[in-house]
């Protein structure tokens, strides 16, 4: 139980474009999603906690124009990643809440040439 | 500060040794602890939490973590490590944020290496 999908796993992208990244819980509801990005050898940082029904809280740094986030339903969050540059490739990864735990997606990879 | 420490960037055992991966964390009021692992490329996986109750907590793949309130820590540790478990380890903590929301603050991670 408590699992997380994301798609894609991987993206390539010219910059100026847009991407959008989904995260899906396949056998729960989540009210609570949670978009991250990790770079090579580093610890998680959170980008924003995404609430169902309602904006998203994005954390201190993080821009919400660039870094769309929708929670439409209690089972679906996406992430858009607006006018992609290279400096905003990373490995993006979403978690959703169940019971007290996250559970993490894949995880996407995203590289802007 | 809420914090949470990871003080060693590496551990190396042998297979089949016991292996121990250190977590230190520093918050407000009662702790809601957990470990991730997480393998190359890919997202993580829950290995256990504790949130109350019995200091040991046992969880996913034969790893167990002990919560010491006096030393603030929650030590991972596993009796006979296998060279599957080599991989990335994460500890977190739960918070509060300024907008009353919960979310995890993270240690640096542990790199471990099980040695065949």
């Known amino acids: 139980g408590a699992v997380v999908s994301q798609h894609p796993s991987w993206v390539i992208c010219k910059s100026g474009t847009s991407v959008k990244i989904e995260c899906r819980s396949l056998?729960?509801?989540?009210?609570?999603m949670f978009w991250y990005r990790q770079f090579p050898k580093q610890s998680l940082m959170l980008m924003a906690t995404?609430?169902?029904?309602?904006?998203?809280?994005?954390e201190q740094g993080v821009e919400k124009d660039k870094f769309l986030i929708n929670h439409a339903s209690l089972t679906l969050s996406t992430l858009t990643v607006t006018s992609a540059h290279p400096e905003d490739s990373s490995f993006y990864i979403c978690s959703a809440r169940f019971s007290d735990t996250q559970y993490f997606g894949p995880g996407t990879r995203l590289t802007v040439l | 500060a809420q914090s949470v420490a990871q003080p060693e960037d590496q551990v190396n055992v042998a297979e089949g040794n016991p292996l121990t991966v250190k977590c230190t964390y520093s918050?407000?009021?009662?702790?809601?602890l957990f470990w991730y692992v997480q393998y190359p490329n890919r997202g993580l996986q829950f290995l256990l939490k504790?949130?109350?109750?019995d200091n040991l907590v046992k969880g996913s793949y034969g790893f167990e973590a002990e919560f010491n309130k006096s030393q603030t820590s929650f030590h991972l540790k596993k009796p006979s490590a296998l060279v599957s478990d080599s991989a990335l380890y994460f500890c977190a903590v739960r918070v509060k944020n300024a907008g009353n929301n919960r979310k995890l603050i993270w240690g640096l991670g542990t790199s471990l290496a099980v040695n065949p």
């Open positions: 995404s609430n169902e029904g309602s904006k998203a809280t994005y």
């Open positions: 504790y949130i109350t109750g």
């Open positions: 918050v407000s009021g009662n702790p809601y």
């Open positions: 056998d729960f509801q989540a009210t609570t």
